[in-house]
């Protein structure tokens, strides 16, 4: 039979079929056999041109009215390579973007059926999920292997292991693995506990990755729109797009208007390309809105898309390095430079000291006999004397000091996601502490963004609720396609429950005029769409803050352009306004400006002000022939003019005035005019009401920006509210505040915001309004979009980094108490007093537990009486220094003493008196921790109850230091005490309090300590 019969048959075989099916049925059939015979009638060409024998038709015949495996007629190879080689001649083989939505079974205007449940899962199943493939993750062992990096480690694990090996030849496997078994015993833990703790981070830092790339985006089912995650998206989705947003999967555009896209993060290129449904209707994933909205039909999803395969090969780093961090890391290497050398010092001494036959065993007999001496005794004592060197260099690198701040900042993140802020860069966290200035909209961040119409005026005619009725036919018909064609909002309408079925979607903005529209106008958007076509669009953006429609009416094709957007600009446009009668009035100089103070009054009550204006046109197409892409915009008439109400926050007055009595000034950038910005600012507590009358405090975006350098520079600190101004104004006051010396936290929430947010030091976007743009360009995503959450940050920030000197402060008065004792009695002595075990406990004391419990220290109060940290301002301030020096010297008078005259003060051997310096010095360090908490205040134990974690670890350590010197005798090299003794070293070691208290009293002077002796970069 002949390929071109075959195929007319199967074609017939169909339609036979399809006679004989219900309309539904019939309906999605009668679709599927355009495609199929198109691609029928194709193969069978192809075959004869190429000269294959042709299938016979019993093989390509369907039963379309089975239900068949795959929701789709459709491969998601032949998708994907749509999208990805952008092919307009297999688009059109297809059978155009209407072909491939029927092939995906997904109605247009309807979406897919979201409540049912299996649809979903089987496209997830034929089409994969929107996920990407992540690298592998670190395991705990890549953890273990980090800490066994440290040389300082493996020096010590050596030494470990030849003692072991000397003990046991010495005094047999029973006795002789004590020593050695000791050390490897106390490397494990301190190995151990530093895995564990980066693990847990590096698994915190993972979750909230996850969190922050869980993007909501708008869909279309069931007819309505919603809000689904990312993750959720499935092939055959109708998404909606607007400025702003990022492009979740590979699809094609179905409609949209002015509809440009930023592809450098794909491409690399900064020229925004432009997509359209006839030429360019190809969307990427990864790509974000530039401009303009529309809708796209999902073709692609996850791996499928190149943004998929792009991203399973990029890995989190979790391991940046803050500014904080980087500083921290100066100072580790100084002090291990000190230790270093006081380790080489001690160590030289020690083998001097054995080979000149100056120290003595237990016995009284001399160590070292010359050529007597065994060499296994000779090489024994050397590893010993190297081991105590090693271990002082171990307790000298504060190597805690790191991980301190990786542990208050992982801390940190996790508390303020549950008050409402999700890090994205940790050197955020910090820098917000240092915070001078909070550059922040309006907006639904002092406000709620729950905008509704409370005014309208019609002409020079205000309208009250029951007026509406009044206003003439022609004008409400104007008004209603004003609302319903220029808008980016919808109105769903459930068929069975009238207006209580009303559901509206959009801006706030938006919605609140539909709704206004639809309860006081009787708008009916659907038939009013119905009866009108779209030519042509102008979006609204913050920097027109306007919107344009071009439109023609079915009933005579005439042309009309509608324009809304911010009272003023639109009122500027016109030259001629509607009255309540509906009859068209010149708007002449006089009448102009009684409008202008209409806009005023309702400014001045806090509302914002939208105009609408209308205008009938001639001629819709340039010489060209092609749709006009510039809307007429003179010479408009003036529909009317709306206020919207938008409430103050509850509890932002309170916030603000927390942040001005931290010392953080408070300016408010905002695209409403003069006298709405003035009103708000006032009762936001920024603008205080006796300041109100001043001139210089409110500026609008255009004076600022016509400034000079030098008159911008002058003003920028004085000025605290800015009106009207456009994302280039708000990113130049940054620009000027930062050269002022100010550091500068600003919010945002548009696209075009993103070069201030990225300019600030620290950029906080909003979680809620706040566009994907905006969001990858902060540092920190503002949940709730509410002002309070700001404070909340700012408080935050200062925590982390008092938490960070309290743990400095702690730990430097080890570090030089540890080193002087050692260095001191090594000397005179030639021994140190400390070993190698007991120094390791002490390491993990102070750098492990004593980071967990001083870097988990949550908010308080006093930190916002204080003025924000400068840029300049050392990390160990003057204050540091006095408490850690008064402890230190403490520590080194009280443990010497206890070194030379321990014995007869005590009356005790040289073993048990060994052990009263070791207990001493750890309890010291415990008792300590208490003053670590509080830098200033005297009260050491203010909230202490409330840190649960902080009296845990300072138990635990106890416990465990009473095993260690009462059950593990021979590991750590210590006798028991009795209880007389316990009573002294505990008696010895609370006298820190008091001391520390003393020395608070003291006060110290403002110029930094080093900066007499120019040492800038030490700390």
């Known amino acids: 039979m002949p390929p071109i019969v075959d195929a007319n048959l199967s074609c017939i075989n169909l339609v036979v079929r399809l006679s004989k099916l219900n309309k539904t049925k019939k309906k999605w059939g009668s679709a599927f056999l355009t495609i199929y015979c198109s691609r029928a009638l194709k193969n069978v060409l192809s075959r004869r041109k190429s000269k294959i024998s042709p299938v016979p038709s019993h093989a390509v015949i369907i039963d379309i009215a089975e239900v068949p495996p795959s929701p789709c007629k459709v491969d998601q190879t032949t998708l994907t390579k749509l999208v990805k080689e952008k092919s307009l001649g297999q688009l059109d083989q297809l059978g155009g973007i209407q072909g491939i939505a029927t092939s995906l079974n997904t109605e247009v205007q309807h979406g897919l059926n979201g409540d049912d449940a299996e649809d979903i899962l089987r496209r997830t199943e034929a089409f994969g999920s929107n996920t990407y493939r992540k690298p592998p993750k670190k395991g705990f062992f890549h953890f273990v292997w980090e800490a066994f990096q440290d040389p300082t480690i493996a020096i010590l694990l050596a030494c470990a292991a030849l003692s072991l090996s000397f003990g046991i030849k010495e005094n047999g496997p029973k006795e002789g693995w004590y020593d050695g078994g000791s050390i490897f015993v106390a490397v494990f833990l301190v190995i151990s506990v530093s895995a564990i703790s980066n693990f847990r981070q590096n698994r915190q830092f993972e979750k909230l990755s996850k969190v922050s790339s869980n993007i909501p985006v708008e869909v279309v089912r069931n007819g309505r729109r919603r809000q689904i995650s990312i993750f959720e998206i499935v092939v055959g989705d109708v998404v909606r797009l607007k400025i702003g947003d990022q492009v979740p999967a590979d699809g094609l555009l179905l409609e949209g208007h002015s509809l440009s896209i930023d592809e450098s993060s794909m491409t690399g290129e900064s020229d925004h390309l432009e997509v359209n449904q006839n030429q360019n209707p190809f969307l990427t994933s990864g790509t974000k809105v530039a401009d303009g909205y529309g809708q796209m039909l999902v073709t692609s999803v996850g791996m499928n898309t190149t943004w998929g395969e792009m991203m399973s090969s990029v890995s989190q780093d979790s391991n940046e390095k803050t500014p904080l961090q980087s500083r921290l890391n100066k100072l580790t290497s100084a002090i291990g430079k000190v230790g270093l050398a006081v380790a080489f010092l001690v160590l030289l001494v020690l083998l001097v000291r054995y080979f000149t036959g100056h120290t003595k065993d237990a016995n009284g007999i001399k160590e070292y006999n010359g050529s007597k001496t065994k060499a296994d005794d000779v090489i024994n004592a050397v590893v010993k004397i190297i081991a105590a060197a090693v271990t002082i260099v171990v307790v000298a690198i504060p190597e805690g000091l790191p991980l301190a701040v990786t542990l208050t900042l992982a801390y940190s993140m996790k508390r303020m996601m549950a008050d409402q802020a999700m890090v994205r860069k940790l050197s955020a966290c910090e820098t917000m502490g240092s915070a001078t200035t909070i550059c922040t909209d309006k907006t639904g961040t002092l406000t709620l963004n729950r905008m509704t119409v409370t005014k309208f005026w019609l002409g020079k005619e205000s309208v009250e609720n029951d007026s509406y009725l009044s206003i003439s036919t022609n004008v409400l018909k104007l008004l209603r396609e004003a609302v319903s064609l220029n808008t980016t909002g919808s109105v769903y309408r459930s068929i069975n429950l009238g207006t209580e079925g009303l559901e509206f979607s959009g801006s706030p903005t938006e919605k609140a005029i539909l709704s206004w529209a639809v309860m006081e106008l009787n708008m009916d958007m659907e038939r009013v769409k119905q009866n009108c076509s779209i030519l042509h669009v102008e979006a609204f953006n913050s920097q027109k803050k306007r919107s344009g429609v071009l439109m023609k009416k079915m009933v005579d094709n005439s042309i009309h352009v509608h324009w809304k957007g911010a009272a003023e600009m639109i009122l500027a446009m016109c030259s ?15 009448e102009r400006k009684k409008f202008e103070e209409i806009i005023q009054g309702m400014a001045a009550s806090s509302l914002r002000c939208i105009a609408f204006a209308h205008k009938q046109i001639t001629e819709a197409n340039d010489a060209s022939g092609e749709i006009q892409q510039t809307l007429e915009d003179r010479n408009l008439i003036l529909l009317g003019i709306v206020g919207l109400k938008d409430p103050c926050r509850p509890g932002v007055k309170k916030a603000v005035e927390d942040c001005q009595y931290a010392g953080v000034k408070i300016k408010m950038i905002t695209g409403d005019n003069v006298f709405t910005a003035r009103a708000i600012a006032t009762e936001c507590g920024i603008l205080k009401p006796d300041l109100e009358a001043n001139d210089e405090l409110v500026v609008e975006g255009v004076e600022f920006r016509n400034y000079t350098d030098e008159e911008r520079m002058e003003k920028v600190d004085k000025i605290v509210v800015m009106a009207r101004s456009s994302p280039f104004d708000k990113h130049l006051m940054v620009k000027c505040l930062k050269e002022k010396g100010h550091v500068v936290a600003v919010t945002g929430d548009g696209t075009n915001d993103a070069p201030a947010l990225k ?39 200062r925590c982390v980094y008092s938490n960070i000197q309290k743990f400095i402060q702690f730990q430097l008065t080890v570090n030089v108490a540890a080193l002087v004792i050692n260095f001191v009695a090594a000397i005179s002595a030639g021994e140190v007093p400390l070993t190698a075990v007991q120094l390791l406990w002490v390491n993990l004391i102070m750098d492990t537990l004593g980071a967990l419990a001083l870097a988990t220290e949550r908010p308080t109060k006093d930190l916002m009486d204080k003025p924000p940290v400068g840029r300049t301002e050392p990390l160990i301030t003057n204050i540091m220094w006095r408490n850690l020096m008064s402890q230190a010297l403490y520590q080194i008078a009280v443990l010497l003493t206890l070194q030379f005259k321990g014995k007869s003060i005590f009356g005790v051997s040289e073993k048990v008196n060994a052990t009263l310096i070791f207990n001493t010095f750890v309890l010291c360090q415990v008792f300590n921790e208490f003053n ?67 020395v608070k009293c003291m006060p110290v002077p403002d110029r930094p300590v080093f900066s007499y002796l120019k040492w800038k970069n030490f700390c």
């Open 576 to 590: 001629h306004y509607y009255n309540l009668e509906g009859e068209v009035t010149l708007l002449d100089h006089l």
């Open 759 to 797: 300019e600030a030091d620290i950029g906080l976007s909003m979680g809620i309004q706040g566009t994907e743009v905006a969001k990858e360009s902060s540092d920190i995503v503002i949940l709730d979009d509410n002002f309070a959450s700001v404070a909340t940050v700012l408080t935050w920030g």
């Open 932 to 998: 670590a908490r509080k830098l200033e205040s005297k009260n050491v134990f203010e909230g202490i109850h409330r840190n649960k974690l902080f009296l845990g670890i300072i138990g635990v350590t106890i416990i465990l230091q009473v095993v260690m010197v009462e059950f593990l005798k021979r590991f750590a090299n210590t006798e028991r005490l009795n209880w007389g003794q316990w009573g002294a070293c505990i008696g010895i070691a609370a006298a820190s309090w008091p001391i520390g208290w003393i």
